[in-house]
């Protein structure tokens, strides 16, 4: 497929998901879904040219009309390139920099092949990582195997004290499937407290279960997280969150409700209204339209042929783009988290709506309650963040309102209105449950 003329409308900053090794990685994790792309190249040695790392160094930075520019290096496992491509790699940003230009590195890895050389390069320049971690042993190794089906918690957490001992910037990136889904909290001291990550990304597993590995049919595999299951694991992570780790513990959707919450887009494609400015291009230099569909209908075209810029404001990809919000079922249209959600990935869009009306997200019964319990707290940060003061003051009301409401329910008599504010009588409310009444409150 070719990519069609330039637009107008060309992104003045977009990102590409770079996959130098293509799919090739050490691990095999049950519910990886690019492990499969493989079989896009047949016979290929999945590793990108020195010539097209050039090539694409040059035209990516000549593309984007800012003064940062990040490139994301994926897979895959990207660090199976060897050290030697990505001194390559930086020398490269180096020569085609822009005076003045900012350039940054994210690199995403499983951990498991850094080691002290590694470290010492990435703490040299700057490399931000992501390291995939599922949650404690148990948890993470549920899923998280090698080529030989062998556990890899040990060798990830020995990757991340490696990585704790050079200075080097890194997060966390943890999936929610159907095995860590019931353990929110577990999942979240473990990161907290134990591996001492600040940064904590909860990316929900939605598997399509299908030979093809591509964005097709409506069925999810039993390794996917339910849609209430990812609801109710940010909820109870959030409610904890909120109490106590505020400006201490940043988990990225979190962060993004903020935003949309005081009135910001939310800095995470699949809360977007539109797709379009994130891309993806394979080790030979094909484009793609996203990482989830590097598949050959979402094929732009490869930058050897035709410029990158040309291909990222092609009709093409515009229309990619908008069908997001052109197809927004009306449900989602009249949703009260709308503007925070914006009816989520398109991937993930394989569910019909109460109406009968198609493409509505499978995670919908998920991000509605979530984002609806997220609603006072966020307004109070909101507040807070408008009036120039820190949103961590939040944890302060909260404790100051669940110290009055412990007051006025230790002086409740049975038949008195109950504290909750619902309107019954106590002994027919919480008097008469176990339930927990600071959390039901907020
Ligand atoms: S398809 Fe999903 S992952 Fe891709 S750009 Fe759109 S929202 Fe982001
Ligand atoms: S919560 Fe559900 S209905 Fe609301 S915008 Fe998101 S996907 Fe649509």
Same mark, same amino acid.
């Given at each position: 497929?070719?990519?069609?003329?330039?637009?107008?409308?060309?992104?003045?900053?977009?990102?590409?998901?770079?996959?130098?090794?293509?799919?090739?990685?050490?691990? @095999?994790?049950?519910?990886?879904?690019?492990?499969?792309?493989?079989?896009?190249?047949?016979?290929?040695?999945?590793?990108?040219?020195?010539?097209?790392?050039?090539?694409?160094?040059?035209?990516?930075?000549?593309?984007?009309?800012?003064?940062?520019?990040?490139?994301?290096?994926?897979?895959?496992?990207?660090?199976?390139?060897?050290?030697?491509?990505?001194?390559?790699?930086?020398?490269?940003?180096?020569?085609?920099?822009?005076?003045?230009?900012?350039?940054?590195?994210?690199?995403?890895?499983?951990?498991?092949?850094?080691?002290?050389?590694?470290?010492?390069?990435?703490?040299?320049?700057?490399?931000?990582?992501?390291?995939?971690?599922?949650?404690?042993?148990?948890?993470?190794?549920?899923?998280?195997?090698?080529?030989?089906?062998?556990?890899?918690?040990?060798?990830?957490?020995?990757?991340?004290?490696?990585?704790?001992?050079?200075?080097?910037?890194?997060?966390?990136?943890?999936?929610?499937?159907?095995?860590?889904?019931?353990?929110?909290?577990?999942?979240?001291?473990?990161?907290?407290?134990?591996?001492?990550?600040?940064?904590?990304?909860?990316?929900?597993?939605?598997?399509?279960?299908?030979?093809?590995?591509?964005?097709?049919?409506?069925?999810?595999?039993?390794?996917?997280?339910?849609?209430?299951?990812?609801?109710?694991?940010?909820?109870?992570?959030?409610?904890?969150?909120?109490?106590?780790?505020?400006?201490?513990?940043?988990?990225?959707?979190? @962060?993004?409700?903020?935003?949309?919450?005081?009135?910001?887009?939310?800095?995470?494609?699949?809360?977007?209204?539109?797709?379009?400015?994130?891309?993806?291009?394979?080790?030979?230099?094909?484009?793609?339209?996203?990482?989830?569909?590097?598949?050959?209908?979402?094929?732009?075209?490869?930058?050897?042929?035709?410029?990158?810029?040309?291909?990222?404001?092609?009709?093409?990809?515009?229309?990619?783009?908008?069908?997001?919000?052109?197809?927004?079922?009306?449900?989602?249209?009249?949703?009260?988290?709308?503007?925070?959600?914006?009816?989520?990935?398109?991937?993930?869009?394989?569910?019909?709506?109460?109406?009968?009306?198609?493409?509505?997200?499978?995670?919908?019964?998920?991000?509605?309650?979530?984002?609806?319990?997220?609603?006072?707290?966020?307004?109070?940060?909101?507040?807070?963040?408008?009036?120039?003061?820190?949103?961590?003051?939040?944890?302060?009301?909260?404790?100051?309102?669940?110290?009055?409401?412990?007051?006025?329910?230790?002086?409740?008599?049975?038949?008195?209105?109950?504290?909750?504010?619902?309107?019954?009588?106590?002994?027919?409310?919480?008097?008469?449950?176990?339930?927990?009444?600071?959390?039901?409150?907020?």
């Amino acid at each position: 497929m070719v990519a069609m003329t330039a637009d107008p409308k060309t992104p003045s900053a977009f990102h590409v998901m770079l996959k130098p090794r293509g799919a090739i990685c050490n691990l @095999d994790c049950a519910y990886c879904y690019f492990l499969s792309k493989e079989m896009l190249y047949p016979g290929s040695r999945f590793r990108m040219a020195n010539e097209l790392l050039e090539e694409y160094t040059r035209q990516y930075i000549e593309a984007q009309g800012v003064p940062e520019v990040t490139f994301a290096w994926q897979g895959g496992e990207p660090t199976l390139m060897g050290l030697d491509f990505f001194r390559l790699a930086v020398s490269y940003q180096q020569k085609y920099r822009r005076p003045g230009m900012r350039i940054h590195n994210a690199l995403q890895t499983n951990g498991t092949t850094v080691d002290e050389a590694w470290c010492e390069f990435f703490r040299e320049n700057d490399f931000l990582l992501g390291v995939s971690l599922d949650g404690p042993r148990e948890l993470h190794d549920f899923y998280r195997v090698d080529k030989g089906g062998k556990p890899t918690f040990d060798r990830v957490m020995a990757g991340i004290a490696l990585l704790q001992k050079h200075h080097v910037e890194f997060n966390i990136l943890t999936t929610v499937h159907a095995a860590n889904a019931p353990h929110p909290l577990e999942v979240y001291r473990f990161l907290r407290d134990e591996v001492g990550t600040q940064f904590i990304q909860f990316i929900p597993i939605v598997e399509r279960d299908n030979d093809t590995g591509f964005q097709e049919g409506e069925k999810v595999t039993g390794r996917s997280v339910t849609a209430r299951q990812y609801g109710d694991f940010l909820i109870a992570i959030f409610d904890e969150w909120v109490r106590r780790d505020v400006g201490r513990v940043f988990v990225q959707i979190f @962060d993004v409700a903020l935003a949309a919450w005081v009135g910001q887009r939310p800095g995470l494609c699949i809360f977007e209204e539109t797709c379009g400015a994130a891309l993806a291009m394979e080790h030979n230099g094909d484009l793609f339209s996203c990482d989830h569909y590097v598949e050959p209908r979402h094929r732009l075209g490869n930058i050897q042929e035709i410029p990158l810029i040309e291909m990222v404001g092609s009709e093409q990809q515009w229309r990619f783009g908008q069908a997001k919000k052109e197809t927004l079922p009306r449900y989602c249209q009249e949703c009260e988290v709308r503007f925070v959600c914006n009816g989520g990935c398109p991937k993930d869009r394989i569910i019909s709506t109460p109406g009968g009306e198609p493409g509505l997200n499978y995670l919908c019964a998920g991000f509605k309650a979530f984002f609806n319990h997220v609603d006072r707290p966020m307004r109070i940060m909101a507040a807070e963040l408008r009036a120039e003061r820190a949103p961590a003051n939040v944890m302060a009301y909260l404790a100051e309102e669940e110290m009055e409401l412990q007051r006025r329910f230790a002086r409740v008599q049975r038949n008195d209105p109950c504290p909750c504010g619902s309107g019954r009588k106590f002994k027919q409310c919480h008097g008469n449950t176990k339930v927990n009444i600071l959390k039901e409150t907020i």
